[in-house]
């Protein structure tokens, strides 16, 4: 053993650790993120194994129908029952499915969209990035939910349609974000090492850059789908939300049931508490990341 060996031992000096390492370190340390991540996990639970959770089917009419005065919650029914006699436990259990899928869905597509424009506009310039930029500029200018409508109005209502609109509305948001974080990372000392040896520029981008600026996104990617929840919510609640009749989403179960909030509390509170839980726990996940990957914030 030599001398320098026998030195590292004995001062028990660590390797240096990577910054994804102690970001990940100090995430797990956070004691909000992670009962935000113990939320979100026992959510996805539930929408997973939602046909061994819920005792009926979403749809099956399990009770009589009485549409001024739904049965509330009872032993038998936790929930409740809904005006066509269906179990309000069954039917939320379920909504998890439909409601954790529209965020997933609304803010993939946003951000595939957004990283591909924020990464020509901040890896190239010139003219596309003004373009693309101005363009992002004029979405920005319209409220989120007024251009969902907008786009729900256009597209049609369904589903994948509104998946769509709520996705279009986070587009400019990531892609300003990561042309702003390219633009910082452009110019670093590694960037023009790269260059310098002659690494091709789709290369460099994709390769070298771009792994580098993500970590912002993937924080709004988080907080986006708690967006994206109280949206889809929004529009149902607009009378916007999807046209099939007893789908068991948590916004159209508000919006089905926001005339009976005087007799029928019940219908109510239970899918609007779902949407405040899992919003809360995307929300406690996304300020997690932010504050483990910022150095600013770091305590």
């Excluded at 996705?167 to 260059?195: H, K, N, W």
């Amino acid at each position: 053993m030599s001398v320098a060996e026998a030195e590292v031992q004995e001062l028990h000096l660590e390797q240096p650790s990577s910054l994804g390492r102690d970001a990940l370190e100090r995430f797990r340390h956070n004691k909000a993120a992670m009962v935000g991540v113990v939320v979100i996990l026992l959510l996805v639970l539930i929408a997973i194994f939602a046909p061994l959770i819920a005792p009926y089917e979403p749809g099956d009419q399990v009770g009589p129908l009485d549409t001024s005065n739904p049965q509330g919650p009872s032993s038998q029914h936790w929930m409740g029952l809904d005006e066509q006699g269906r179990d309000q436990f069954s039917r939320v259990v379920y909504g998890a499915r439909l409601s954790l899928l529209v965020g997933l869905v609304s803010v993939a597509f946003g951000l595939s969209i957004g990283l591909i424009l924020g990464a020509l506009a901040g890896y190239f310039g010139g003219w596309a990035e003004t373009l693309i930029m101005r363009a992002m500029d004029i979405m920005l200018s319209i409220p989120a939910l007024l251009l969902a409508i907008g786009l729900v109005t256009l597209l049609g209502r369904g589903l994948v349609q509104i998946m769509i609109a709520v996705g279009i509305t986070t587009i400019p948001i990531f892609a300003r974000l990561l042309r702003g974080s390219i633009l910082a990372q452009r110019e670093s000392d590694y960037v023009l090492a790269a260059r310098s040896l002659g690494v091709p520029g789709r290369r460099l981008l994709t390769i070298h850059i771009l792994p580098n600026a993500l970590a912002p996104l993937i924080v709004q990617a988080t907080l986006a789908m708690a967006v994206a929840i109280i949206d889809v919510a929004g529009l149902s609640f607009l009378g916007l939300g999807p046209a099939e009749p007893g789908l068991p989403e948590w916004g159209k179960m508000l919006a089905d049931n926001a005339s009976r909030l005087d007799r029928a509390t019940h219908l109510v509170i239970f899918p609007g508490a779902a949407v405040v839980i899992s919003v809360l726990g995307l929300n406690l996940i996304g300020d997690g990341l932010r504050e483990s990957i910022d150095p600013k914030l770091r305590s």
